[in-house]
């Protein structure tokens, strides 16, 4: 089966070692947004495989499921989900959303939802015949590794879900020991359209019809089957039970975790009580309806899908997350120790938000607060209890913002325990200890804890000059080297240059075990330090009319500039070796005529260009010895005989070598060596002249031109229609 391919290559910084951040980002060739919601790390081929849903163009707002690869060269799209098998398929009709995806041994299951019975993958597994009429179905969708290239997967088949009106399947969940794949679902009887007439937004976060939801669990037996090309039921059916809060409350499901082989946690957060859901402190009747939004967390025996632990026991199967002055606490995400050294299966880890207070006496300085709570879970006969709890608000300095915070993923680290989790925060605020500035409109936010008592190793704030969050259904995980990889949307220039600020980003990165990150674009493109560019060869870009002479001539100017001052830099550097000989020269002189074995020898400066030497005592008749105040007798050496050594033989009237002429000058006598490079020197003057005319209008203006110009025709560029960002920045 062919498959339209709606997501391509784009910008991409490869993977530099465990220890070296990475950032990229993708696009919408011509569509309407692109959403992550999932995600995983292949170990046989080390790629991170995605999953989300990206728009199509045109007024209809449609919509496909894709599987896109990051890989150290940066996306790669699989596949795309939505059409049929025909390559030229219209899209108008099509609108399938894929919201969860997981591993099993070969295979990959994909679980998402959509909106035609005629144009979806799995059209030849949907039951026309259905008593219930479906206005959204569920499915999962079976892939299976491709035996010739491993980093490849095929469409098998799957199974489709009609229980309701419609059927969002949340979260999936199995084990390498289990041939069982599990399935929580959200379902609604309503029909109701959602979000009718407003811009393309996330169809797993604001789905699509619907007001009120309910909880399905499911069990299914993974089959084996050979590939044949036909789209087959590869799914049987063991479980199903159906929960509902019994005041008609509505149910949000964040997340679903196989913690052993006998349980499963499901957690989220609703208005509703009763079987499933536990029974809110503020109400007196399990009937009424709670005060305010309470969190969920409940275990479930994977043999039945029912409660573990019955109420009638005296025992709660649900952990309520319920704050001191009764406001309203949401549940996004949840976690465990999966795998790896640390695995735990006794404790599990929730993330989410409270408008009021779960750890502090107070209220935080936000509108809503993040939080993250561990909770140890016990066997199935135990009640389940808080541990720690971490309450995350924003800075004292930004409470007038008005800020929201949103724990939304979290992951253990397989390598030493460590507790990661992360969200985000509203109105261009700072969260309380990050060590970064806000960037502006909504940020992202990681934190790293010790998993015995939540004490902080640090805290990171970063995003584009838009909003960025985390994707909703599993946008954090670490892996096998304690790194940690986010996925996430962005409406800004997170990773790539981008102009368009209505049309969601996809983007994927990691965090170093120390806390690094790979800058943000806007940070990186800035003046303090420059831009961080991509240690891969460059692919051609096409130019502008003129602007590969600019180029040309803007390297000439450089090549020059740098050859100008490394000539320069020469001179000045053998005008101090001339200098250091010509001292040792006049030292090695001096030092023989001082200690030459004569009475009183004065030497002056010739005014023809010699040397003036005078002679007193008996030293000027060859041997007699006379006073001092006697006559003196004085000589020129330029008109000695030439041809005896000064250095190795006695200094008198007959014997000067010529070798101490008008031309020994420089080399012999200080102010004469001050006159050509000291500090009166004119060489001396024009090159430091040279360098600050070099500094206003040279070499340093010309990499700030340089760095302008291509911004320039980078923004230039990406005004045109961008294929999926692919220019590198």
Known sequence: MLYRVALLLLHAVAVMGATEPFGIQMGPAAGQGTFASSFVKDPTSGRLLLTGSSYDTGKNMSYRCFLA??????FALEHTYGHSAVDEADPISTSQACSHLILHENRIFLAGHSGSDTTGNLEALYNRGAVIRNYRYGFIMDLMRNEEEESKFDLLGG???????AVYPISTATSPSDNTIYIASMKTDQSTLNGDGLPAMDPNLVLPIGKTYGLILESYGIQDVVPTGNITKTLVQKHRAFYEPGDGGSVYVAGMLKINDDTLIVAGHTYGQGRGFGKSFSSQNILEPSESLDGFVTKFSTSGLVPS????????STFRVESTDHSSEFIYGMCGHGYGEHADGNHVYIVGATTGSLSVTEKGKSIQDAFIMKLQVGTNTDEMQMVWIRQLSVNEQDAAKEARLFGVS??????????WWAGHVTNGARVHSATAHASGGQDIFVEKLVDADGEVVFTKQFGSTH???????????????GNALLIGNTLGPLFRQKTDIDNSDVFAMSVTPDGKVYLPFDE?????????????SLPEIEEEDGSSQQTFVVLICVLVVLVSAVFFCMLYVRGHQNYYEATTDRAKVIGYLNAFDVEDVELKHSATGGWHCSYVNGLAQGKVKLPYSDRIRTCNMD??????????????SSDVSSTYTNGSRQSLFTDDYDSLFGVNNNSSRHYSSFRAEDDERGFGSLVNNYT????DRRRDKSKKADRWGQQLV
């Open 69 to 74: 690869a990051v890989e150290n060269g940066g």
């Open 159 to 165: 199974l489709v879900l009609q229980q309701a009106a």
């Open 309 to 316: 632990v019955t109420e009638e026991n005296g025992m709660y």
């Open 410 to 419: 979290c992951a253990v680290s397989p390598v030493d325990g460590h507790v």
């Open 467 to 481: 909003d960025d969050e985390i994707a909703w259904r599993g946008g954090l995980h670490v892996d096998g080297e």
């Open 524 to 536: 990186s493109a800035d003046s303090n330090g420059g831009h961080i560019l991509p240690p891969v």
């Open 639 to 652: 008109s000695l005989q030439k041809g005896n050594d000064t250095l190795t033989g006695p200094l008198n």
């Open 708 to 711: 302008a110009s291509y911004s």
